[in-house]
C-alpha cells in the first residue's frame, strides 16, 4: 500500500486497557473501513479493525486483530493510523475534497495535499511537503485560487512557514 492511496486517519494515542485496545486520536467522526493501516519504519501495516467507536470527542476506541494484550497495545503508541481514500467518509462541511489537490505557494509547487484537519478556531491542511507531513492554515486570506477542475490549490502563504 503506498501513501497515494491513503489518508491519515488520526494517531495512537494511548492503550485502553489490558485487551490490548487503542484510543485514537481523529478529527474524523466516523470511520467505514475494516482495515487500517499503521505507520511503522515508513511502511504501512495493515491490521483488520476488529472493533471500533467513538470514545469521546475526537477519540475513537479501536480493536485491532493480532493486538491482544497491553504491550503490543504500548508498542504502538503514537503512531499514525491511515486508511483507504476511497473509503473516507467525508463531512459535508470538512474541507475533505481538498484532499489529492496539489498545493502551489505563488505558483510553485509544494506537495499533494494528504489530509485535513479542523482544530478549534483554526482548519488545517497536511501537505506531504519533501517526504514531510506538513500542517499548514487554510485561511481566507492566504487563499488565491481554488480550481476544483485542475484540483489545484494556490495559496500566497508567509515566508517562513514551510521551513518550521
Do not use: C, W
Request: net charge negative.
Amino acid at each position: 500500500m503506498t501513501i497515494d492511496e491513503l489518508v491519515l486517519f488520526g494517531t495512537i494515542s494511548k492503550p485502553f486497557s489490558f485487551r490490548g485496545q487503542l484510543i485514537v486520536y481523529s478529527d474524523f467522526n466516523s470511520i467505514s473501513s475494516k482495515t487500517v493501516f499503521v505507520k511503522i519504519d515508513d511502511s504501512y501495516v495493515p491490521f483488520k479493525l476488529v472493533n471500533s467507536s467513538l470514545h469521546k470527542k475526537n477519540l475513537f476506541k479501536f480493536n485491532l486483530s493480532e493486538i491482544n494484550d497491553e504491550e503490543k497495545a504500548k508498542s504502538l503508541v503514537k503512531k499514525e493510523v491511515y486508511i483507504k481514500k476511497d473509503e473516507l467518509v467525508k463531512n459535508e462541511d470538512s474541507l475533505d475534497f481538498l484532499i489529492n489537490f496539489n498545493l502551489y505557494n505563488k505558483k510553485v509547487f509544494i506537495g499533494p495535499i494528504i489530509s485535513t484537519m479542523s482544530k478549534i478556531g483554526q482548519d488545517l491542511i497536511v501537505v506531504d511537503y519533501k517526504n514531510k507531513n506538513v500542517l499548514i492554515p487554510f485561511a481566507e486570506q492566504l487563499i488565491t485560487n481554488i480550481d476544483k477542475d485542475e484540483q489545484i490549490l494556490e495559496m500566497d502563504l508567509p515566508n517562513g512557514l514551510l521551513q518550521i
